[in-house]
C-alpha cells in the first residue's frame, strides 16, 4: 500500500479499544450500554505445507459504525486513493492496539510482524469491510502443539464475533490433517448486566479485562 501505517508491537492493549474514534460514540444515550460497535469477524489461516505464515482476517462493521467511514468515502470507486487513505487510517488503529488478538502456542505468546502484508476498506451495501493479513513473525509448524487465538476489545466497547464455526476457514489443503474449534464463553448474568450497565463516560477498570471474558478462541490442531 502506499500509505505509511505505524509499527505495531507486541505489547498489552491500551485501557481503551476505541480504534474508530467518534464513530463508536456517535450512538443514541439510550443505547449507550457495553458494547457500542459490533464487527461480524471471519478468519482464514494462510499457510504452507508444513506452517503456519498468518490469519487473513475480514471484519464487516455495523451499518452505525460505518457511517462516518462511508460518508467520506461518498461515491468513491474501490482502490482509489480515498479508499485506500481511510484503510490506512482505520489499519493504523487495528496496530496501535495489537491487531486487538491475542495469539498463543504452549502458553507462550506468539509475535506478529509490525506490519500487515496487506490491507484494503471497501463497501458492502451500507457496511465497511476492512479486511486484512496479520503476518506472524515466524511460521509456526503445523504439526505439534495446538495454536491458540482470540480477537477482542480489551475494553468491550467493541464487540468482535465470529458467527459460528463456519467463519473459520482452512485452506483446501490444510482441511484432511487440520482442524479448527471456537470456543465461545458464556459470562455469567451479574458480567452481563455489569457490562450493560455502562455508558459512553464509563471504562471498565483495565485489570478486569472485561472484553477477555467475553471473547471467544479459536483453536488449531494438525497432525
Not at 57 to 86: C, F, H, R
Not at 190 to 211: I, R, V
Not at 218 to 223: D, G, M, N, P, Y
Request: with cysteine; aromatic share 10%; proline share 8%.
Amino acid at each position: 500500500m502506499e500509505m505509511t501505517l505505524p509499527q505495531a508491537r507486541n505489547r498489552p492493549f491500551s485501557r481503551y479499544g476505541k480504534w474508530l474514534g467518534v464513530a463508536l460514540f456517535c450512538l443514541p444515550a439510550t443505547v449507550m450500554a457495553h458494547p457500542h460497535s459490533f464487527i461480524d469477524m471471519q478468519t482464514t489461516l494462510v499457510a504452507n505445507d508444513t506452517s503456519l505464515t498468518g490469519l487473513k482476517m475480514v471484519w464487516t462493521m455495523d451499518e452505525i459504525t460505518s457511517a462516518d467511514l462511508l460518508y467520506d468515502a461518498q461515491n468513491a470507486k474501490p482502490g482509489s486513493d480515498i479508499w485506500k487513505k481511510l484503510a490506512a487510517e482505520v489499519m493504523a488503529r487495528v496496530l496501535s492496539q495489537h491487531y486487538f488478538t491475542d495469539f498463543y502456542r504452549e502458553g507462550k505468546p506468539v509475535k506478529y510482524l509490525d506490519l500487515p502484508s496487506e490491507y484494503q476498506l471497501s463497501r458492502k451495501g451500507d457496511q465497511a469491510v476492512l479486511e486484512f493479513v496479520l503476518p506472524l513473525a515466524k511460521p509456526q509448524a503445523l504439526a505439534g502443539k495446538p495454536m491458540e487465538f482470540s480477537t477482542f476489545d480489551p475494553s468491550y466497547f467493541v464487540d468482535m464475533t465470529y458467527k459460528d464455526k463456519t467463519a473459520l476457514h482452512l485452506p483446501p489443503e490444510l482441511e484432511k490433517r487440520c482442524t479448527l474449534a471456537l470456543f465461545t464463553p458464556k459470562p455469567d448474568a451479574s458480567l452481563q448486566n455489569y457490562a450493560l450497565s455502562l455508558d459512553k463516560a464509563d471504562a471498565p477498570p483495565e485489570d478486569m479485562d472485561l472484553g477477555q471474558q467475553f471473547a471467544q478462541k479459536v483453536t488449531l490442531e494438525c497432525h
